[in-house]
């Protein structure tokens, strides 16, 4: 079903089905051979939202090889990819923390668990920004695993389409300190308008010396177009195993700016990398590449960190 401005979902439909599956990458990882990340509560997450499909792959009752043929943007390949994002935002905010950043604020937050498992300096505060039903799921799971913050964790339960920034405010964000943001997986998920207006936004409440952590997807809807068709020849493929949700449905087209410029423009000091270098900074080779138009659209995914001015 095509996305509406006001659609609300739930971790096993719709965009929140995407955090469920952002998780399962998660868990794939923490069991790869050449592991990049820790993430214990993946799996128990996962298993709580009760998508059948993805519980079985995340508790390794179902071989993601088996599943799939389809290179990178198939679920080997998602856990790969998902080793190496998720390592990267972890860096960023070890980084930012150890330069003294005591603010954080994790946007989109699904079922990311880095205000649990992070060892955050003593004094850090740790927002999360998503749907209530999202956060009010994910704060119960983990407190019936016994799972305790790291650091000191406020949930501000709102829409990014709505005035989120009044509700990070009033959670306690102040904006004369600087603060390390992380905008993950989430730029498709907004129209094109909404991506600029969230830049807008973070940079209006970022004090000198705020970080910030993103993607950028380089290229023209062309690049778009090719990345829609491996996944939906991936979905395809995970129908047969009881998977029915068509992932493309929930982007959102049109042509977009580029991160990496529009922040430049906007007084931000950048740095992007390509996946596929990231990859080989930490030692991994990504699945063959059925064609060389998925080349292509891996050499346009970039990991951007940026630190306002």
């Known amino acids: 079903m095509a996305r509406t401005d006001d659609d609300t979902w739930d971790l096993a439909n719709g965009v929140g089905a995407t955090a469920t599956g952002v998780a399962v990458g998660r868990a794939l990882a923490t069991r790869a051979p050449q592991r990049l990340i820790n993430a214990p509560f993946a799996e128990p997450l996962v298993r709580a939202v009760g998508v059948e499909f993805f519980t079985r792959l995340a508790g390794g009752e179902l071989d993601p090889a088996e599943v799939d043929d389809n290179g990178d943007f198939g679920m080997v390949g998602m856990g790969l990819m998902m080793g190496i994002r998720t390592r990267f935002f972890d860096d960023f905010f070890v980084t930012a923390a150890a330069a003294g950043v005591r603010q954080a604020v994790i946007l989109a937050s699904g079922l990311d668990a880095r205000a649990y498992r992070l060892p955050w300096p003593d004094g850090t505060t740790v927002f999360e920004i998503d749907q209530s039903r999202v956060i009010e799921f994910k704060s119960a799971t983990l407190a019936d695993l016994g799972a305790d913050p790291t650091a000191d964790l406020r949930a501000v339960p709102v829409d990014l389409r709505h005035d989120w920034p009044a509700a990070l405010r009033a959670a306690g964000l102040d904006p004369s300190k600087p603060t390390a943001w992380s905008a993950e997986g989430l ?41 829609a068709g491996r996944i ?28 990496v410029e ?24 990504l699945p063959s590449r059925p064609a060389g138009d998925n080349e292509d659209t891996l050499s346009s995914m970039q990991y951007v960190t940026a630190t306002r001015n």
């Open 262 to 285: 529009y922040l430049r423009s906007h007084g931000w000091q950048t740095t992007a990398r390509a996946v596929l270098d990231l990859a080989a900074d930490y030692g991994l080779s």
């Open 232 to 259: 939906r020849e991936v979905t395809d493929q995970w129908r047969e195993h009881g998977f029915d949700i068509e992932m493309t449905d929930l982007w959102y087209a049109g042509e977009r700016n580029d991160v």
């Open 187 to 227: 730029m498709p998920f907004l129209p094109p308008e909404a991506q600029d207006r969230l830049l807008d936004n973070i940079t209006a409440l970022s004090a000198p010396g705020s970080q910030l952590a993103t993607e950028n997807l380089q290229g023209t809807s062309d690049v778009v177009a090719t990345m």
